[in-house]
């Protein structure tokens, strides 16, 4: 039991919504390299804030450390994202295989954190484990991958996330093309006829990025395999038994 405890630390002593807590009892158990993972929760700031994220911190002796911040409250707390982040909820759908109208807020929450322990994943097997990268090297290397990410965007250095939020308030095509006028250089420009067009076409592109791609494949792999235990193979119906069988 020393692995699954070795988890429960997190700074302000809040408990941790139980879907996440079944998703990290498993995921520490089947990848014993989590085991040092710092887990934290956080207090959302806003609708779009939701959910939770990773980042590096320093252990006693200056190295890196992987932390997974959760959002705090159950999935209930998510409901909103269904709607202002619709585009994120159709690429997590399409990558479960599911129509996005069954994605529940308690299936989106364990998506995001599963999709978060797919990042930190992608830098223990491929940046942490390379002889050429020591220490904050590993750490280093990869945010410089995933930056120049966001320079190849339709609307270039701005996440998903933070553009949904950028245009909460916009009400017209027009506005965005005035603030964001790169946008029009997008090879795919001629399609985009809605503010959902361009929030759909920049998080499309986001996702097809590799560390995007990694971080996703896991995250479904994952729910997939473990969807009995994770109360969500009503999700999959017939297809969910073939998969498991597979597995």
Known sequence: MERKESYIEFKNKKELPPNVRKVLEIAFLEYP?????NIKTFSPRDDFDAGGYYKFIEDKRGEPIAQICISEGDAKLLVPLLDIRKSSV??????????????????????????????IRDYQVNFASDP?????????EMAYQREAVLTMLPIRNINPTDLARELAGVENLQEVLDRFP????????ED??????????Q??????????????????????????????SRFFGDEHEEYATAA
Do not use: C
């Not at 295989?97 to 994605?103: L, V």
């Not at 560390?211 to 792999?221: C, G, Q, T, V």
């Open 182 to 189: 790169e946008i029009k250089e997008y090879p795919g420009f």
């Open 192 to 201: 985009i006829n809605s503010i959902d067009d361009v929030l759909f076409a």
């Open 90 to 119: 159709t690429m997590n759908a399409q990558m479960l295989g599911i129509d996005s109208s069954k994605m529940s807020p308690e299936l989106l929450q364990i998506f995001i954190i599963t999709h978060e322990l797919g990042h």
């Open 132 to 140: 050429d990268l020591e220490g904050w090297e590993a750490v280093d």
């Open 203 to 232: 998080e499309r592109e986001y996702r097809l990025s590799a560390p995007e791609i990694y971080a996703d494949k896991f995250a479904s792999n994952f729910i997939k395999k473990h969807a009995f235990e994770l109360n969500v």
């Open 33 to 37: 390299e989590f085991k040092n993972i």
